[in-house]
């Protein structure tokens, strides 16, 4: 909140502890890796998908209540992305988060055999999906 209420401050800086232990966290968290996890067996997924002009990418994560947490804490447990080629830079943005679901039962297949995803976004995907191929059960 320091570095957001900093490049929001027409003052001088002036460094404080505050601001000081504000840089030290920043700086930890940026050189720390993210931690990936290996979901629990039939554990559900959320398969969390989202698509720009020339990029696609997935996040797929596990929802689990930890005990220092009140509320169930979302955990990574893979990620892909792509960067489009110049034909697929074209589609329409639907056909780009259908490429991007597409892309990751391939890639992530046997997860999708092994637990529920659940697939994230604000697109309304399934309304698409069931309008074009009204034979699936959605």
Known sequence: MLL???????????????????????????????????????EPLLLYIAASNHVVSVALVVKREEPEHALKVQRSVYFISDVLTDAKVRYPQVQKLL?????????????????EV????????????ATVTPWLDL
């Not at 991007?100 to 092994?114: E, G, N, Q």
């Not at 659940?118 to 999906?129: N, R």
């Open 4 to 42: 957001y209420k900093l490049l929001k401050k027409a003052d001088t800086f002036v460094r404080t502890k505050e601001a000081q232990q504000a840089l030290e966290s920043l700086k930890a968290s940026l050189t720390s890796a993210p931690i990936l996890i290996a979901p629990e067996q039939e």
């Open 99 to 115: 490429y991007v679901v597409l892309m990751a039962t391939r890639k992530l297949l046997h997860y999708f055999t092994d637990h």
């Open 118 to 129: 659940t697939v994230v976004t604000s697109y309304p995907l399934g309304e698409i999906v």
